[in-house]
């Protein structure tokens, strides 16, 4: 469970909550005061890929869930595991996108691998001819 506040004064179509995760397999679900239960939210996952000063990987994983979240008010998010079935359901999906991606991919390419804790970021830069 996750309560969630908007500090700002104003209200705003454009508010978020950001979500630290241990792994990515993981669905948000919004209270509904009128209808009394919780209810599946449209959200994004984040996998964030990290270099410390040794040149470690370490990976973490951010959820990101819309709002409206007004002001004055508290919002009760449930953060829960999501099914077998619906975990391979988003692989595919996944798998599908990379496999579109890797074919339209070009000769000349440019990737962030990463952001250090200085916010130093490390590029890879692939040239295939």
Known sequence: MVVVQNPASVD????FANLKLPHKNF???KWNSVSFKFEDMPSDLFEQ???????KEFIDF????????????????????????????????????KQLAQADESPISL????????????FQYKNKD
């Open 27 to 29: 669905k948000a679900q």
């Open 62 to 97: 951010e959820m990101v869930v819309p709002g409206p979240y007004s002001t004055g008010e508290l919002t009760l998010l449930k953060v829960i595991s999501i099914e077998d079935a619906e975990r391979e359901e988003i692989q595919k999906k996944e798998a599908k996108a």
């Open 49 to 55: 890929h990290h270099f410390n000063y040794e040149q």
């Open 12 to 15: 705003s179509r454009h508010t």
């Open 111 to 122: 990737t962030v691998l990463g952001i250090g804790p200085s916010n130093d970021i490390l």
